[in-house]
């Protein structure tokens, strides 16, 4: 859902901590709330996906296709459950391998149907049953590069000699390997968003900045299938630098492309040949994005409700609906699903604040991030927080009761609320968690050969990376 968008561009019984959304939390305050926003998080994922497939919804309780990046995520989500004791290792495992032994199984191949992908690419949506193709949907690289950063991890994660382990790291691999990188290069050095069997590939490339660096980098890193390292070379000359509320950094407008290839990948304190030249990395890239973001909430040149300090966050979501209405005089155009961000030359903005913006970005900016998640959890309580944390969405200047919706409801004279969780929304925010408070996923991922053999044949040296003893 994400590359088609960039195109365009522990649980119930334990209720939330009431705190004052006006002061600051304290460390223990925060990180009582920070367990139990993963605990919530985490039991979505662990909930929801079907135990026999592995396939994990797209959203839900709307009912939906499997996701394969919401598939990454959950395989993400299990070893972070073992480690915060929400799961046992041995349930985790075996949810793991019938993922992993699932998609490997499912059959491949160029026919429009009745296949889950082909070169070992998998379709962006699946039939939650069967695991074939959904409907027409695209081949896509940056789905299968989130489903495979995913299994890369739980293979570095679960490292014990048994059975069970010792067939997750195989699959892994066997996963990995499969995948055929060069043929996704339609127009070489760049690699393809995409191919239907009905009319090749995807007229259009990754191209920068966006959250396709995790696709290059396990592209560069294969043992079997490997582009060239022009390619990198050729991705970073697309970027777009400029500056854009005080920051200067990579533009791209909705917060995901900030995210996703930092959830899996250690940016801190390496560089490729265009950070060294912006004297910069890509984390301090997306610290600055993150305070752009707040800076323009606060600045609310829209004048949109409810934005300031402690309520922000713009990328890809749900929303009430495809309308234009009027609002205090004024006309105001609201969409359903739709890539909202702001950056320089990108501005889509219709009111809606998405919690994985800012939950996503808590490495990055933990002093501005965690106290918004707090406020927008104190400030809309159960309309927004809930069972399994956060809803997707929410939008304050929405209070329209008789306009039909495609999600979510409206709180009379509070606004509109999203009643669905999506996947590829949930799992940044309980990985990023993570990761800002255990650095668990980067430092596995740090040990991962392909992870730094595609790091270092995109150039990149320096901290971490230099003293990594695998190849």
């Known amino acids: 859902m994400r590359g088609t968008l960039t195109l365009i561009i522990l649980l119930a019984a334990f209720a939330p901590a009431a705190c004052s959304a006006d002061r600051p ?32 919804p797209d959203r839900w309780p709307t009912q939906s296709f499997s996701s394969v990046a919401a598939v990454g995520f959950a395989l993400t989500a299990y070893p972070i459950g073992v480690e915060r004791g929400y799961v046992s290792r041995a349930d985790a495992a075996a949810r793991t391998l019938a993922t992993l032994r699932f998609l490997w199984r499912a059959p491949q191949g160029p026919e429009p149907a009745g296949v889950a992908g082909y070169r070992g690419f998998f379709y962006h949506f699946l039939d939650p049953e069967t695991g074939h193709r959904w409907e027409q949907v695209e081949l896509s690289t940056v789905d299968t590069a989130l489903l495979l ?44 968003m995409g191919w239907y069997p009905e009319s090749g590939y995807h007229g259009w490339d990754w191209r920068g900045y966006n959250e396709a660096m995790i696709v290059y980098i ?14 990198w070379n050729a991705w970073t000359e697309t970027y777009q630098w400029g500056s854009f509320h005080g920051q200067d950094f990579l533009q791209f407008g909705p917060l995901f492309g900030h995210q996703y290839s930092h959830v899996w990948i250690d940016f801190r304190g390496i560089q490729d040949a265009y950070m060294r030249g912006r004297g910069i990395d890509y984390f301090e890239n997306s610290r600055r994005a993150t ?37 205090n005089g ?10 909202r961000g702001a950056a320089a030359g990108y501005l889509n903005d219709d009111g809606t604040i998405v919690p994985t913006a800012a939950g996503g970005s808590v490495p990055f900016a933990p ?26 969405a929410f939008n304050p200047t929405f209070t329209f009761t008789d306009v039909p919706l495609r999600h979510g409801r409206v709180v009379p004279g509070v606004g509109w609320f999203d009643t669905d969780h999506l996947g590829i929304d949930q799992g940044p925010i309980l990985a990023m968690i993570e990761n800002y408070r255990s650095e668990l996923v980067w430092r596995l991922m740090r040990e991962a050969p392909e992870i730094v053999r595609g790091l270092r044949r995109a150039g990149f040296s320096g901290g971490w990376l230099d003293a990594a003893q695998v190849e």
């Not at 367990?35 to 039991?43: G, S």
């Not at 043929?183 to 690699?191: C, F, G, H, K, N």
């Not at 155009?333 to 739709?338: D, E, G, K, S």
């Not at 002093?367 to 997707?392: C, K, N, S």
């Open 291 to 327: 305070l752009a973001q707040r800076a323009y909430a606060i600045a609310n040149p829209e004048g949109w409700k409810g934005y300031g300090p402690d309520v922000w966050g713009l990328t890809a979501s749900d929303g009430p609906a495809d309308v234009t209405l009027t609002v």
């Open 25 to 56: 939390a304290g460390p223990r305050e925060q990180d009582r709330f920070l367990d139990d926003l993963q605990a919530r998080t985490f039991r979505w994922f662990w909930d929801v996906t079907n135990p026999r497939t592995g396939l994990t």
């Open 367 to 392: 002093e501005i991030a965690i106290p918004a998640l707090q406020a927008m959890r104190d400030r809309y309580g159960e309309h927004l927080y809930g069972h399994y944390g956060f809803v997707d």
């Open 149 to 192: 950063a995913g299994a890369l991890f739980a293979r570095q994660y679960f490292d014990r000699a048994d059975a069970v382990e010792d067939s997750i790291r195989a699959l892994a691999d066997s996963l990995y390997r499969r995948v055929d990188w060069t043929w996704a290069q339609a127009r070489p050095p760049l690699i393809s």
């Open 330 to 339: 004024r006309e105001r155009t609201f969409h359903t699903y739709w890539p």
């Open 218 to 231: 396990l592209a560069l890193g294969s043992p079997t299938h490997p582009i060239e390292p022009e390619a």
